[in-house]
């Protein structure tokens, strides 16, 4: 592998920039603004304390490695695995706060030119970086404007990825609000190897939010890609991952990773479009997950968060359904996760759940056991009529969409857990993200509020993937209108509005599951990861009228993955 170094990296790590920033933004800036700022630095170091005591900024490899004071450092450090994605109290309110100052304060309008990284050790004659294993890499990105200035100000969308042939990950990343942004990097001992380290400008400015086009605003412009071998010290071994328990579905955002110990060089779509590629029987290897990964078609690859999770069997989650009904409110992504369900989980033949209609309602039996039962509804909540599309939550201005609803809600037996998101529709109809906080989703909240009142089903929020490959324009799906700029930002004012009403909320990030497949078309057609096994090229194009098909046969793990991960939501290991 080869790869260019776009841009200078900063011979020195920068140690101390986060903090230094943190305060000039408090001297800039007055009221709301100085308060979000402190708060905001507060948190940071907290978050630095808490999950990372003893940050050390990426060193150069050879510098330090056996200094005593790193070691406890390295100690204490491995305290914090897993990485967590850092979040922040009313960060929903923050995000729309920075969206009303993006045009008024002057520090906003300074156009983003370029931007850099620091904290990396300069790449010496060609050969890869080094870094080690097992420890917190602290880097930061930093914006500047045109004339070479620091930008004063955040809303810069950045993708970073981390990725090796068996470990895929986005980096998470926090918007200092400053021109700077910090950015984490954590790779598991057992992974060690050569991994490249991509930095992509894609929105600046917030234009991806800007209403209409941000096609014309997208910038692709690669920041960083560099070549980082990770390097395991001998004996370290990060600690387990333990299996989620029901709270372990409360942080807002997750930071994940995708990873693999067995996989098959020379695998081939069968006829029936499937990728069997290792033995379906494969146990997952700790602590990735718990059950068989064999099952989850993916070639090896299986996704871990903050916790582990159960790859479940047929018998298992059965156990686990039995007599339940589930109500799925969302996008049509929900259309594939219901048939991955009954088809790769329950055990139905695919012929008999494709084509699942967007409205759906109906109880389901056990294929060899009648007496195991589940009844699911599914209804669309991208427009209110069944094959519309594109206005979203709005969809709940509408009376007889209503009623629809309220049918499943007001008898004598209601759902006892509903699956729900939005968003990618949303992007289309609302103008601005405010519009999307208060006319959709806090309308959309005191609407099943209203509903909620006898028996409270246990609600999981799903939120939305992050959009990838081509969009149905030809375009790229990534600079479209639910790009993920604005669908992370849009995943955030929702589950966090949602958090504020339902102390009980659990979330699943599928937006985090998805971002490390969103930059090529392989394991999506656009916004869609989990459609139905099928050897043709992109099994909807002929419907759509894509003109992009560049492969046969849909790998639809991703997808399937999810339905373990919302099994494990719905019927979590009690402790
Ligand atoms: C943010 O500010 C920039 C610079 O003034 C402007 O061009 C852009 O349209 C704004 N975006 C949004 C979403 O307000
Ligand atoms: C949006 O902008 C892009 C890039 O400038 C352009 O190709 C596309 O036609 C525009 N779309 C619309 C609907 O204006
Ligand atoms: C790899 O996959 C192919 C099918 O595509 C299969 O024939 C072969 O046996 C698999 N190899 C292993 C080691 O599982
Ligand atoms: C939905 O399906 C369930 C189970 O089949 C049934 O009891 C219920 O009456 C249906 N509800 C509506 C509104 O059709
Ligand atoms: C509400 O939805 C119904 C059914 O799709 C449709 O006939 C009606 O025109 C809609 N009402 C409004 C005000 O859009
Ligand atoms: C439930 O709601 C539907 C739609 O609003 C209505 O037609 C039905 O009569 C209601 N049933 C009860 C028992 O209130
Ligand atoms: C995506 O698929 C193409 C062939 O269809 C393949 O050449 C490429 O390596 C794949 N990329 C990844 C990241 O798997």
């Known amino acids: 592998m080869k790869e260019e170094l776009h841009t200078s990296l900063s011979p020195q790590p920068k140690l101390d920039v986060v903090y230094r920033v943190g305060f000039i933004v408090v001297l800039m800036f007055a009221g709301y603004r100085m308060a979000l700022a402190c708060s905001r630095n507060v948190f940071l170091q907290d978050y630095v304390a808490s999950i990372q005591p003893g940050l050390v900024v990426a060193a150069p490899y050879d510098s330090t490695p056996h200094a005593p004071a790193e070691k406890t450092k390295t100690k204490e450090k491995i305290n914090t695995w897993p990485l967590l994605y850092p979040t922040f109290p009313n960060e929903g309110v923050s995000l729309l706060q920075q969206l009303h100052e993006n045009s008024t304060l002057p520090c906003s309008q300074r156009r983003t030119f370029t931007a850099e990284v620091f904290g990396l050790p300069r790449p010496k004659n060609g050969e890869p970086i080094r870094l080690h294993t ?18 004063c100000a955040g809303g810069d969308y950045f993708e970073t990825d981390l990725s090796g042939i068996n470990w895929k990950t986005r980096p998470p990343i926090l918007d200092n609000l400053d021109g700077s942004y910090g950015v984490q990097l954590m790779v598991d001992s057992r992974f060690a190897g050569l ?5 992509v400008l894609l929105f600046a400015n917030f234009h991806a939010l800007d209403t209409w086009n941000c096609t014309a605003w997208s910038r692709f412009e690669n920041v960083v890609t560099v070549e980082i071998e990770f390097v395991a010290p001998e004996h370290e071994k990060l600690p387990a991952l333990r299996r989620c328990t029901d709270e372990d579905f409360s942080l807002k955002a997750w930071s994940g990773r995708w990873n693999r110990h067995t996989w098959n060089d020379t695998c081939e779509i069968r006829d029936d479009g499937r990728f069997v590629c290792i033995d379906p029987n494969e146990e997952c ?41 589930l109500f799925f409110w969302g996008d049509s992504n929900h259309e594939d996760t219901v048939r991955n369900l009954l088809n790769f989980v329950l055990g139905f033949p695919l012929e008999d759940v494709n084509y699942f209609r967007r409205w ?16 699911i509804t599914k209804i669309f909540n991208g427009h209110y009529e069944e094959a519309g599309n594109l206005i979203g939550l709005s969809s709940l201005r509408n009376d007889s969409y209503r009623a629809l609803l309220t049918s499943y809600f007001n008898g004598t037996r209601t759902p006892d857990t509903m699956v729900m998101n939005s968003g990618l529709h949303d992007a289309h109809f609302y103008k601005h993200a405010s519009e999307f906080a208060h006319d959709g989703v806090d309308f959309a909240i005191s609407f099943w509020q209203s509903l909620w009142t006898q028996s409270p089903p246990s609600i999981i929020y799903r939120t939305t993937v992050a959009g990838a490959g081509f969009a149905k324009d030809g375009s790229h799906a990534r600079d479209g209108v639910p790009n993920p700029h604005k669908m992370e930002i849009f995943n955030r004012i929702f589950v966090e509005k949602l958090q504020q009403t339902l102390p009980g909320l659990k979330i699943v990030d599928a937006f985090d599951m998805t971002f490390p497949f969103h930059y090529d078309l392989n394991h999506t057609d656009g916004v869609h990861y989990g459609r139905g096994p099928s050897k043709t090229p992109w099994p909807w194009h002929h419907i759509h009228g894509f003109s992009k098909a560049t492969q046969v046969g849909h790998q639809y793990f991703v997808d399937l993955m999810l339905v373990h991960i919302l099994l494990n939501a719905i019927c979590p290991l009690q402790i």
């Open 134 to 151: 097992g420890k917190i890499h602290e880097l930061s990105i930093v914006s500047y404007e045109e004339n070479g200035k620091r930008r």
């Open 195 to 199: 991994f490249v380290f991509k930095v």
């Open 285 to 325: 290897q700790e602590p990735w997950c718990d059950g068989k990964v064999g099952a989850l078609e993916s070639n090896g690859w299986v996704y871990s968060a903050h916790c582990k999770f159960k790859i479940f069997t047929k018998d298992e989650a059965w156990d686990c359904l039995n007599k339940r009904w």
């Open 360 to 375: 759906f309602n109906g109880t389901v039996h056990h294929p060899d056991n009648p007496q195991y039962s589940l009844t």
